[in-house]
């Protein structure tokens, strides 16, 4: 296909990694197609990661959101390198699907079905390089070479490899666009200080967890909706089967009546009839034993 499925929105995730501290990134999916598209999300390390959603539907001309959260890690890397990727893949569906049709299947790559994908890296940041690119932003400052300037004093200040990004193996600084702050969470327009590192990690933290909870709590209403239904069905069935009963009893008592009925009839014919047989077989002896006489 010429153009993509999807824009992806940054290129690549951004973590700030710091010991026994979780790191949040946001990756943006714009569909440009006049088509609905479904996506998933893999990675390489899914115990590492928590991604909500992994799945969904993006309405033409439409961007929806995917936010993934690094786990906290007990130490921090000392040369700040990670190999772990991610995969986006996309496939165009019809109009009338929704989050809850996508399963592993509507990627396989089967029947000519064009599955479009396309991969990410992760790069982490060392937390003083974020904090000044923070102090940077609320200082106004954002010319390329006062962004040097600030990442070259926090190098002289701090080891080297806690002040480098390493990106695929290079030890490079990041432009100032490449580094949205992820990680952190948004200051208010006009704030004269930004948050602290931990303070913002931590309010990520709750506002993850609160998602989290939103979200347990509506699949609790799904399965308590579904409980319900098959409840009113087992209800329906009970009644369809005592209603069953009902019949069988009325029937069977109608042919313990009409068989009682019955046997007297058949009782009576008998009685009846047996004193007229009775004497035509005396009159047949005797007419036998006066032929016999003679």
Do not use: W
């Amino acid at each position: 296909m010429d153009m993509r499925l999807l824009e992806i929105h940054p290129q690549e995730l951004k973590f700030i990694c710091e010991p026994n501290k979780h790191s949040l990134c946001s990756i943006q999916l714009t569909n440009n197609m006049l088509d609905h598209v479904a996506f998933k999300v893999k990675t390489t390390s899914p115990d590492k990661y928590f991604v909500r959603p992994k799945v969904g539907i993006i309405e033409p001309n439409s961007t929806r959101e995917f936010t993934v959260r690094m786990q906290a890690q007990k130490l921090a890397l000392p040369d700040m390198l990670c190999k772990d990727r991610f995969l986006i893949q996309s496939t165009v569906v019809p109009a009338d699907t929704t989050d809850e049709d996508i399963t592993s299947s509507l990627f396989a790559k089967d029947g000519g079905k064009y599955i479009e994908e396309q991969k990410l890296g992760v790069t982490l940041i060392s937390p003083s390089i974020s904090q000044a690119l923070k102090e940077e932003e609320a200082l106004g400052v954002t010319g390329p070479n006062n962004l040097s300037t600030a990442v070259e004093e926090i190098v002289d200040q701090e080891p080297s490899h806690e002040s480098h990004v390493m990106s695929n193996g290079v030890d490079s600084l990041p432009p100032k666009h490449m580094v949205p702050g992820n990680g952190t969470v948004p200051r208010d327009v006009g704030e004269e200080e930004p948050e602290p590192a931990s303070l913002a990690n931590d309010v990520i933290d709750g506002d993850l967890e609160n998602l989290e909870m939103i979200k347990d709590l509506e699949e609790l209403k799904l399965k308590l909706s579904e409980l319900e239904l098959k409840l009113c069905e087992a209800q329906n069935a009970i009644s369809k089967l005592k209603e069953e009963k009902q019949i069988s009893i009325q029937e069977n008592k109608f042919l313990q009546e009409n068989f009682s009925e019955l046997r007297k009839t058949e009782l009576k014919r008998v009685q009846v009839g047996f004193p007229v047989l009775y004497l035509y077989m005396v009159a047949l002896v005797c007419t036998f034993l006066g032929r016999f006489l003679r």
